[in-house]
């Protein structure tokens, strides 16, 4: 009898799920304990997050540029930026194309003279309907952006309209 | 005296044997079945969410990358969900009008959360992290399919432990070259050669990979 109701025991035990949705908070997880009903939280007014200082401090020092870098602008260019700017940087990105106002050339006279420090101040900040990058983007990936944005300007001769680079689409989105 | 026993008794005495096999072999290979059926895994399920997001239009169809929306997936274990800024840095000025963005606006005007429900969902025993699997080259589409096909997000993987271990034993052929980790659409199958070469390229050191203190820790 006792043995019969040791494997009842051992069959219900199977059953519970404890293990599977543990009383601990993940990220994203639900909450009951803030009222918004959810674990993360926000930042509090007036709070520095840790490691803001150096973010801080890299926003002032601009990296040295090297190939690894420009590599790296590239990529980040292509995630956050293309989709609007282009490729190419004239502003035709595939979202431009379905109704997003247009953004200014990165290729005109105003642009190829404003400082590196503009273009981290609007990916920081944001511009006009230009919404700010700062939480998606680190300072040393703006750098590196920036740093790219002016080898597109370099670039610029040898992709003119009808350029196959032009018609590109930011990564992935081949079919 | 009368027989104990008639004449069916060895018949019946067979058939309880057998049956004493069959039953359990059979509960335990139902059992098996079950457990891996897409109704126990969530596998195929879509979910009900508050918008009716499409990764097929934008990853396929506009050319967004992931990392735009889920920014944390390359650094930390979790890829992350985008806020209700990311989408109303492009439906602040498209779509402004369309129905089926109502939420969004609201929920970016009362500040108020957008609440996304999960479409994958490991146990809490089970420890996965994004950021280790990217690193070692495993593209998006090896574990979430393809998702640039996807109108409504669904659970491609059985997420089983023999699914993930299944991998784990031998990973050369299911990585990818880093520039097609992000793709919205999976690549075709590689060869035997190009796996080890990508095992060698990414550094990827196999031999603790399947111990369970790797996932259970
Ligand atoms: C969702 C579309 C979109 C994305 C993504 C985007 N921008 Fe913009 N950007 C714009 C628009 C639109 C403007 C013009 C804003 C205006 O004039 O109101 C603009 C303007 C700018 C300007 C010009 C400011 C000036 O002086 O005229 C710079 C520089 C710029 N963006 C850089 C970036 C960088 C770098 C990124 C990537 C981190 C980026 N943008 C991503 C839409 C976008
Ligand atoms: C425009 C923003 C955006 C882009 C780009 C995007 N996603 Fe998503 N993704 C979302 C949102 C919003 C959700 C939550 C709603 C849902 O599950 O459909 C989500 C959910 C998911 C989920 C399911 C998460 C869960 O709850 O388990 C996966 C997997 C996923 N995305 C993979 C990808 C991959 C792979 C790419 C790139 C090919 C990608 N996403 C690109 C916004 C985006
Ligand atoms: C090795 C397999 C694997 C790869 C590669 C992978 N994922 Fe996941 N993903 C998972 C699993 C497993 C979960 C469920 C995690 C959980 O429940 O804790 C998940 C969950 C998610 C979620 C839900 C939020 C979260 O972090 O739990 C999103 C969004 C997501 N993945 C997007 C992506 C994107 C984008 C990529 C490519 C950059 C990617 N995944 C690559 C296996 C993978
Ligand atoms: C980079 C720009 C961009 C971002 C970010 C973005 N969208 Fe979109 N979205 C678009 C474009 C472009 C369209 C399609 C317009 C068209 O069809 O011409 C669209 C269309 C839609 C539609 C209607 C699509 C349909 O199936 O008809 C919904 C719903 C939507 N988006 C939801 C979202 C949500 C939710 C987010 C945030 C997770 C988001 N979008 C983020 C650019 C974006
Ligand atoms: C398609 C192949 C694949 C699948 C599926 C997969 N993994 Fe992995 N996983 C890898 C590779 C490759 C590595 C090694 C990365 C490296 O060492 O750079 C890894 C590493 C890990 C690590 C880190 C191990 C350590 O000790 O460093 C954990 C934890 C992990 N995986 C958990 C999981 C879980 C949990 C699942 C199932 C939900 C899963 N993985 C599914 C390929 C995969
Ligand atoms: C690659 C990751 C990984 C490794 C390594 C791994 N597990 Fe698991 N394990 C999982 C996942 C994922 C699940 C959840 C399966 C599910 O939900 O169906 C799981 C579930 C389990 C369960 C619960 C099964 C159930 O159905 O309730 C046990 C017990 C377990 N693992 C034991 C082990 C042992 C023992 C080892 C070492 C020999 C091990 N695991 C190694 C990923 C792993």
């Given at each position: ?23 601990k908070d ?44 420009l ?60 919404f ?5 983007v ?38 | ?22 039953v ?60 209700t800024?990311?989408?109303?840095t ?33 146990p ?67 060869s ?26």
């Amino acid at each position: 009898m006792t043995r019969v109701l040791f494997l009842c025991i051992l069959a219900l035990a199977a059953c519970k799920q404890d293990m599977v949705d543990q009383a601990k908070d993940k990220a994203y997880s639900a909450s009951s304990v803030w009222d918004d009903g959810a674990s993360a939280r926000p930042f509090v007014a007036g709070t520095v997050a840790r490691g803001d200082l150096a973010r801080m401090a890299a926003v002032q020092q601009p990296p040295e540029v090297d190939a690894a870098l420009l590599a790296r602008g590239q990529e980040r260019y292509g995630i956050f930026c293309a989709p609007c700017h282009g490729l190419t940087g004239r502003g035709d990105g595939r979202v431009v194309q379905r109704g997003f106002p247009a953004p200014p050339d990165y290729l005109s006279d105003r642009l190829r003279a404003a400082p590196a420090e503009h273009f981290m101040e609007v990916i920081a900040n944001g511009y006009g309907v230009m919404f700010p990058y700062g939480a998606r983007v680190a300072p040393r990936d703006r750098w590196a952006i920036v740093a790219y944005i002016r080898a597109l300007q370099l670039a610029d001769g040898e992709v003119t309209r009808g350029h196959p680079a032009r018609d590109a689409v930011p990564v992935g989105g081949g079919r | 005296m009368a027989q104990i026993f008639h004449a069916r008794a060895n018949t019946i005495i067979r058939i309880c044997l057998a049956l004493l096999l069959i039953v359990p072999a059979g509960t335990v290979a139902a059992w098996m079945v079950v457990m891996r059926s897409d109704y126990v895994t969530g596998r195929n399920e879509t979910v009900t969410q508050p918008v009716m997001f499409s990764h097929r239009h934008h990853t396929a169809e506009i050319g967004i990358d992931c990392r735009y929306c889920h920014s944390s997936v390359e650094d930390s274990a979790f890829a992350g969900i985008p806020p209700t800024e990311t989408c109303m840095t492009c439906h602040s000025q498209l779509f402004t009008e369309a129905d089926m963005l109502a939420p969004v606006r609201q929920s970016w005007v009362s500040g108020t959360r957008l609440n996304w429900n999960r479409v994958h969902d490991l146990p809490d025993y089970v420890y996965f992290n994004h950021s280790v699997h990217l690193a070692g080259g495993v593209a998006c589409t090896t574990c979430h399919g393809a998702v640039g096909e996807m109108r409504l997000t669904r659970q491609v993987a059985p997420l089983t432990m023999e699914w993930c271990l299944s991998c784990h034993r031998a990973p050369g052929k299911n990585l990818s070259p880093r520039a097609t980790l992000y793709d919205p659409f999976p690549t075709e199958g590689k060869s035997a050669e190009e796996g080890h070469a990508l095992l060698a390229e990414y550094g990827i050191d196999t031999s603790g990979l399947t111990d369970c203190s790797a996932c259970h820790r």
